[in-house]
């Protein structure tokens, strides 16, 4: 899972808990997902009738950007991902490639839609990362985007077994035991026992089946540059279709994995 992604996914969790129950968790700077970032803040264009439109910042940092949408009436978050075309899987290796992810604050009437741009900055070593989280589109229908997580988890652990049986008889037994890895973890009771990010969501606000999507799909999110599952090819034409049918199609459900995983709460 990117850096970018990571975040994205904890500032949902967190900020939902901040918006409902007025709690954040120490969130911002002690999480994981900030570790790498020098600042992050939260802006917006102001349209001006006599001057040209102005980008200001509305928030220095999470904590003051979920007050900022508490104060102004929002009432939930949510996970957004938008594909760019059939070839994600493959584009996800370059920086802007892979679809887009956006967090979507729904209020009564509409929804507002925020997405991050990372900058480096390479004389900072330790934080190097400065991020800004834009409103891109404002004020538009509300999507809060929702599958059945039965349905989904069912057709990610189907994918699951066709890449594993592929993996282990066309490429190397690493990779087979990574998506066999991934499979198994749809049944673990402790799914996030070995998840680098172990502050990636409040926990305790999903239900084991959602937690168990969510790591099941990051698990299998293999896919990237140099050395990466998709940084390979097949002399045999009908072994390189299979290989990107099923690339294709295992990126499609990590995607609706994540999303579905994050927009169901207990709480």
Known sequence: MTGIL???????SYGNEYLKQNKTHSFYPQ???????NTVDFREMKKNIFTKDTEIIIANNPIE???????NGCQKLSLYYQSENDDDYRTSAFVGGGGNWYIECIYKNYS???????????????????VIYGKSISKRATINRQYDIIEIRNSLKNILEKITEFAYQETTENWGKTFENSKITLENKNPEIDFYHTDLICWENYEIKNRQLLMSASKALVFGGMGSWNDMWFEKEEKEKVYIELSRELYVMIMKGIES????ELI
């Open 6 to 12: 990571a975040q994205t996914i904890a500032t949902v």
């Open 65 to 71: 950007w979920f007050d900022f949408l508490k104060k």
């Open 261 to 264: 995983s994050i927009n169901r």
């Open 31 to 37: 999480n994981s997902t900030f570790q790498h970032c």
């Open 112 to 130: 507002d839609f925020w997405i991050s741009n990372w900058k480096h900055n390479k004389e900072i070593k330790d934080k190097p990362w400065n």
